[in-house]
Nanobody, 128 residues
Framework: QVQLLESGGGSVQAGGSLRLSCVASGNTYGVNCMAWFRQAPGKERAGVASIYTGDGVAYYADSVKGRFTISYDDAENTVYLQMDSLKPEDTAMYYC?????????????????????WGQGTQVTVSS
């Protein structure tokens, strides 16, 4: 089992920044992909960004390209999501996810169904 613990959420004004962190613990051997998803009230969970832990190749949803950056620290088993130029529409619960042995050819989809390990989420609220 892999446990994921997110932190870093909060409330900011539009145009501000936040940095989310997610620490992976437990049996992390074989985990090769980590990702961030978000879910706003009344909406489905949507992929934000994913990263291949082997070489750092990352993929982003169109809505966050150029504003968000995902990164991975192998020594700390931690994935980060740097969020800049935040907009009110970024308001959501943000979830960290991980998977072992994921086909890296499918990572670009950032599909929730591909991930078996999930954190509890951290709230991000952006006011206008």
């Amino acid at each position: 089992q892999v446990q994921l613990l997110e932190s870093g959420g909060g409330s900011v004004q539009a145009g501000g920044s936040l940095r989310l962190s997610c620490v992976a613990s437990g049996n992390t051997y074989g985990v090769n992909c980590m990702a961030w998803f978000r879910q706003a009230p009344g909406k489905e969970r949507a992929g934000v960004a994913s990263i291949y832990t082997g070489d750092g190749v990352a993929y982003y949803a169109d809505s966050v390209k150029g504003r968000f950056t995902i990164s991975y620290d192998d020594a700390e088993n931690t994935v980060y999501l740097q969020m800049d130029s935040l907009k009110p529409e970024d308001t959501a619960m943000y979830y960290c996810a991980a998977e072992a042995g994921l086909d890296i050819g499918t990572m670009w989809k950032i599909n929730a169904a591909d991930f078996g390990y999930w954190g509890q989420g951290t709230q991000v609220t952006v006011s206008s």
